[in-house]
């Protein structure tokens, strides 16, 4: 799955905007952080192991939801975060 990520969010947010998948984050794109984040919130969000595949030094990221099809990961990426 394609996503832009923008870090120094007030609060971690995900949304579709002009067809991309945004993901907002609090923490700051220094020596890995926001990548360390992105990855626990996307596993949080859709209780499936998350990897990076690239984008390590970029907004723009490519990561893989292991059992999960993109249209799954996404809808349980926008439904409000419930304890899972």
Do not use: H
């Amino acid at each position: 799955m394609k996503l832009k990520v923008s870090p120094n969010a007030k609060q971690y947010r995900v949304e579709v905007r002009d067809g991309r998948i945004v993901v907002r984050l609090p923490a700051k794109p220094v020596e890995g952080e926001a990548n360390k984040a992105l990855v626990k919130a996307l596993e949080k969000a859709t209780g499936a192991r998350v990897t990076l595949v690239s984008g390590a030094k970029t907004r723009d990221k490519v990561v893989v939801f292991e059992g999960l099809d993109e249209k799954e990961a996404l809808k349980l990426m926008l439904t409000p975060c419930r304890s899972r």
